[in-house]
């Protein structure tokens, strides 16, 4: 039996978080059990069963945003009886992303409830020795390090989205955007309101 994976997501407005593991070959009498840390705290320590969502309430939480990104460690065992099956780290943050609509009928986009501008570069992620594969993880941290020295809070990829690329994202402080795929039809998106562009007609902001 082992955990495939960890899917989270955040509600800022209750001030919670949700997570879900996905386990393969677990038995009805396994446990999981969750820490959540803030920085080097334990802020949370559940027991639940395979198959669950566990809501864990946040006191005090830190939203994540460009000035400020703050994430959130947490680990999950899988055990069976005292023996421990598997174990994995992630992380997440604690962030909300709207559209918000005015009186005049002008719209803005909102991250954690307040006004957002998002002013950044397009990351066509063309390396000279690599072509679509960076050198090394620390290339693609320098990579997008510039990109928040110089002042920007938000980067538009083109083509995939490595997980790594994300993570450096969430750790400097960038709201990452991803183009629509080709293929989709652009004026059936909800978003397709807001942009006026021929070829990037719109983005789906993470």
């Known amino acids: ?20 593991p996905q386990c393969s070959g677990a038995k009805k009498d396994d446990i999981l059990h969750l820490y959540l840390f803030d920085d ?30 703050h994430l959130y460690d947490y680990t999950v065992n899988l055990l069976r009886g005292k023996k421990l099956l598997d174990i994995v780290r992630c992380y997440t943050a604690l962030r909300k992303m709207d559209v918000v609509e005015v009186p005049s009928g002008a719209k803005y986009l909102s991250l954690n409830g307040t006004p957002f501008l998002a002013c950044g570069v397009k990351d066509d992620s063309w390396w000279p020795d690599g072509l679509c594969t960076p050198p090394s993880d620390a290339a693609l941290r320098n990579d997008l390090l510039q990109v928040r020295t110089f002042g920007f809070n938000a980067v538009l ?45 719109s983005a789906t902001i993470r």
Do not use: M, Q
């Open 1 to 20: 039996a082992h955990i495939d994976r960890c899917v989270d997501w955040p509600d800022i407005d209750r001030g919670v978080l949700y997570v879900t």
């Open 40 to 69: 080097d705290n334990i802020i949370a320590d559940v027991t639940f069963s395979p198959g669950e969502t566990i809501e864990i309430k946040i006191d005090n939480p830190k939203f994540w945003s460009p000035s400020n990104p």
């Open 157 to 201: 990829r083109s083509g995939a989205s490595p997980a790594r690329w994300k993570y450096w994202c969430d750790v400097l402080g960038l709201v990452a955007i991803s183009e629509v795929p080709e293929g989709v039809k652009v004026e059936d998106l909800p978003f397709r309101p807001y942009f006026n562009y021929s070829s990037v007609e």
